[in-house]
């Protein structure tokens, strides 16, 4: 069973940076495709960014240019750069993983989420 563990979420002011992690462990064969969900308070949860293990990834348009998603096979990590936030980038960020080569459907495991705080 694959645990996956974000780390990285915290306060910050509008315009700065922050680097979220999620750690994955356990049985990792056969994962595929990773993502970085964010689910902020009353509305539902959407996707920011996805990773395949081919190379291709995804961005919501809300955070082109801005984010970027990244892999460390040997380190078993996904990471997501988020620049220039925005006080709408509040949420709770959760990494989830599939075996499946969609970026968004199909069955997923999910990790508990870091919380990110952008202040006007």
């Known amino acids: 069973q694959v645990q996956l563990v974000e780390s990285g979420g915290g306060l910050v002011q509008a315009g700065g940076s922050l680097r979220l992690s999620c750690a994955a462990s356990g049985s990792i064969f056969g994962i595929n495709v990773m993502n970085w969900y964010r689910q902020a308070p009353g509305k539902e949860r959407e996707l920011v960014a996805a990773?395949?293990?081919?190379?291709?990834?995804y961005y919501a348009d809300a955070v082109k240019g801005r984010f970027t998603i990244s892999r460390d096979n040997a380190k078993n990590a996904l990471y997501l750069q988020m620049n220039s936030l925005k006080p709408e980038d509040t949420a709770m960020y959760c990494c989830?993983?599939?075996?499946?080569?969609?970026?968004?459907?199909?069955?997923?495991?999910w990790g508990q989420g870091t919380l990110v705080t952008v202040s006007s």
């Open positions: 990773s395949s293990s081919g190379g291709d990834t």
């Open positions: 989830a993983a599939r075996s499946g080569s969609s970026f968004s459907d199909g069955p997923a495991l």
